[in-house]
């Protein structure tokens, strides 16, 4: 059985009953949108591929978002920690690179 002692000073009471704790605040970490630019060479399917296979969408999403990509210039794909962010860009740009395409993919913090 474990037992506990609680004392004033658990509390921010010192032994003159003035209160010397502070809170303190723990910031949560920086997110960062991973976004897919538009160029005039890639192949629509091949874009719709990428984003089924790094980004787990069905094929009507992967479409939608490659389309909108298509037509607005860039669009953000997903929200994610830097390290998984950093991965998913990394994944899209090898990707590109080992199919001659020229598919940019960059991230920026939100
Ligand atoms: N614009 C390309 C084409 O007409 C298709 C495309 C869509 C390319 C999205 C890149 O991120 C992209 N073949």
Redesign the pocket.
Same mark, same amino acid.
């Given at each position: 059985m474990m037992t506990q002692t609680v004392m004033m000073s658990d509390y921010g009471d010192d032994d003159t009953g003035v209160m010397t704790k502070t809170r303190t605040r723990t910031a949560r970490p920086p997110l960062y949108k991973v976004m897919?630019?538009?160029?005039?060479?890639?192949? +629509?399917e091949f @874009?719709v591929h990428v984003l089924e296979r790094f980004f787990g969408l069905n094929h009507a999403q992967a479409f939608e978002i +490659?389309l909108t @990509?298509?037509k607005k210039g860039l669009a953000v794909v997903g929200i994610f920690s830097h390290e998984i962010a950093e991965t998913k860009v990394a994944q899209v740009m090898d990707a590109a690179r080992q199919n001659e395409h020229p598919?940019q993919c960059t991230m920026e913090r939100e």
């Open positions: 897919l630019l538009n160029d005039d060479f890639t192949p +629509m @874009v +490659m @990509v298509h598919l």
